[in-house]
C-alpha cells in the first residue's frame, strides 16, 4: 500500500520551498496552483505536528485561503467543510481585535469551548481525513494535473 501522506509531502514541499527561498514567503508570486500546493503541505505538516491552531497562527489567513482553495480543488468536501467551521467557531472573531499583534497571540484569547473545537478538528484530521487529503492531492496535481515544481528558485535555499 502506498504511504500518501510521505509521497505528497516529498513532492508538495518542493512548491512550499519555491514559496519560502525562490519568493521570499509572497504568495503573489506564486500561480494558483503553486499557492495551493504550497500551503497544502503547510496544512498537512502543520496538522500532523500542531494541529490546526498551529497551521493558523503559522500561516495566517492567505495560507489558510490557498489550503481552502486546494481542499475545494480536490473534492475532499468533508475536511473542506470542517477545517471552514473550526475557522469561523474559533478565528473569525479574531480577525480586527485589537489586542491581537500577531497571530500567535491568539492562543491567549481562547476558551474552553475553543480548544474542544479545536481538538475535535484536530482529532478528525489526525484519524480521518489527512491520509485521506494527501492521496487525492497527490492524485490530483501530480498525477492529474502534472504539475511540477520550479526548476530553479530565485534564491537559494540555506544549506
Not at 505538516?45 to 492567505?62: A, H, I, P, R
Not at 480536490?74 to 467551521?85: F, K, N, Q, T, Y
Request: glycine share 6%; proline share 3%; charged share 35%.
Amino acid at each position: 500500500m502506498q504511504d500518501y501522506v510521505t509521497l505528497f509531502d516529498d513532492y508538495s514541499i518542493q512548491f512550499n520551498k519555491t514559496l519560502e527561498y525562490g519568493c521570499g514567503g509572497d504568495w503573489d508570486r506564486l500561480d494558483q496552483e503553486e499557492r495551493e500546493l504550497a500551503a497544502l503541505w503547510k496544512l498537512l505538516v502543520d496538522m500532523y505536528n500542531g494541529g490546526f491552531l498551529q497551521f493558523f497562527c503559522n500561516w495566517g489567513y492567505s495560507g489558510y485561503w490557498y489550503a481552502m482553495c486546494g481542499v475545494q480543488k480536490i473534492g475532499e468536501r468533508a475536511l473542506l467543510d470542517r477545517l471552514h467551521r473550526t475557522y469561523m467557531e474559533v478565528f473569525d472573531k479574531f480577525q480586527d481585535d485589537s489586542r491581537l499583534k500577531a497571530y500567535w497571540d491568539i492562543p491567549d484569547y481562547l476558551t474552553e469551548e475553543d480548544e474542544a473545537v479545536l481538538d475535535e478538528t484536530d482529532n478528525y484530521f489526525w484519524d480521518e481525513a489527512g491520509e485521506a487529503m494527501a492521496k487525492r492531492a497527490y492524485e490530483y496535481y501530480h498525477d492529474k494535473q502534472k504539475k511540477m515544481p520550479r526548476e530553479s528558485p530565485e534564491k537559494k535555499e540555506p544549506t
